[in-house]
């Protein structure tokens, strides 16, 4: 179910840093807020931090030092059970959460230990099956579905919690585009109805589409929080991180030294621009040849 609006941030992150058994400091101090209903993109190179730092919102792992606040509560104070019921999870590599042989089963795990029996469990799992395109599999071990139909399993997993907040590490890897599509499709309704989505990304074309809010993690700190487009004027901090631009961000800004300007993002949004600056131009130039004998109409 989507957080209820309590006037405070739904996620509150509080000087976190992260040490490693190893001693690698994977976060070194970051703050943040994340409020009720947002759709937020994590980016950042392999190994910046980004996954570590998503793993403290729901209790798999514990902060060094500093504090992680979900609705109010201290995560380190609270146990991962729990959180699961706020916080669902869906992991890079889908075979490190799945582990029951028939999908129905692993779908009704979640929804099993909130204590849903009957009917009301079979609708839940059917449901989250149906959302991800995976009806026909229910009696099927996971085991034998493709690694892009596992990681949608893993998804429904979540859904069948329900739970206000879903992170998703790399959910578009490993499916074709038809499949990324609807996986972010199912993300966006969720977002709708006010459910908290946070994915891990290195697509930018993605984060472009799709994030209201983008956090860029690079060396364990938050070097940029800002919404996508504010990120993309700053392409020196994308390069340092070791990304690019979308690419019709880089065409926008190679566009714009010809006066045509577009914020859409979207390659409609270029089309426009420049059918419309094509006009300006024809205009313009129709108009000094017109004058160029110094006829009446144009003193």
């Known amino acids: 179910m989507p957080a209820k609006l309590t006037g405070r941030p739904l996620i509150e992150v509080r000087q976190l840093k992260h040490i490693y058994r190893s001693g690698g400091e994977a976060l070194k101090g970051i703050a943040l807020t994340i409020d009720?209903?947002?759709m937020i993109a994590v980016v950042g190179r392999n190994g910046a931090g980004k996954t570590t730092l998503t793993k403290h919102f729901n209790g798999l792992l514990r902060p060094t030092t500093g504090t992680v606040l979900l609705d109010?509560?201290?995560?380190?104070?609270?146990?991962v059970a729990q959180l699961a019921r706020t916080v669902g999870y869906v992991f890079q590599n889908p075979d490190h959460q799945i582990f029951h042989e028939r999908l129905f089963d692993e779908i009704a795990f979640g929804p099993r230990n909130l204590g849903l029996r009957g009917d009301e469990l079979t609708t839940r799992v059917d449901s989250a099956l149906k959302a991800v395109d995976l009806t026909d599999y229910r009696d099927r071990d996971p085991g034998e579905l493709s690694r892009g139909q596992r990681k949608r399993a893993a998804?429904?997993?979540?859904?069948a919690m329900e739970t206000a907040v879903i992170i998703l590490d790399e959910p578009t890897s490993g499916q074709d585009y038809q499949e990324s599509e609807q996986i972010m499709a199912i993300l966006q309704e969720l977002n709708r109805r006010g459910h908290t989505i946070i994915f891990i990304t290195h697509d930018?074309?993605?984060v472009q589409e799709h994030a209201c809010r983008v956090l860029l993690i690079d060396d364990g700190k938050l070097v940029?929080?800002?919404p996508p487009r504010e990120?993309?004027?700053q392409e020196q901090a994308l390069t340092s991180a070791g990304l690019r631009l979308p690419p019709t961000a880089e065409l926008e800004q190679r566009l714009a030294a010809f006066g045509i300007h577009s914020d859409a993002g979207t390659v409609e949004a270029l089309?426009?621009?420049?059918?419309?600056?094509?006009s300006q131009i024809t205009a313009r130039d129709s108009f000094k040849e017109n004058c160029s004998g110094g006829a009446a109409a144009c003193q």
């Open 36 to 38: 009720a209903g947002e």
């Open 72 to 79: 109010g509560q201290d995560t380190a104070k609270l146990p």
């Open 155 to 159: 998804l429904a997993s979540v859904l």
């Open 204 to 206: 930018m074309e993605l």
């Open 224 to 226: 940029i929080d800002s």
């Open 231 to 233: 990120l993309f004027r």
């Open 271 to 278: 089309a426009a621009s420049i059918a419309r600056r094509s």
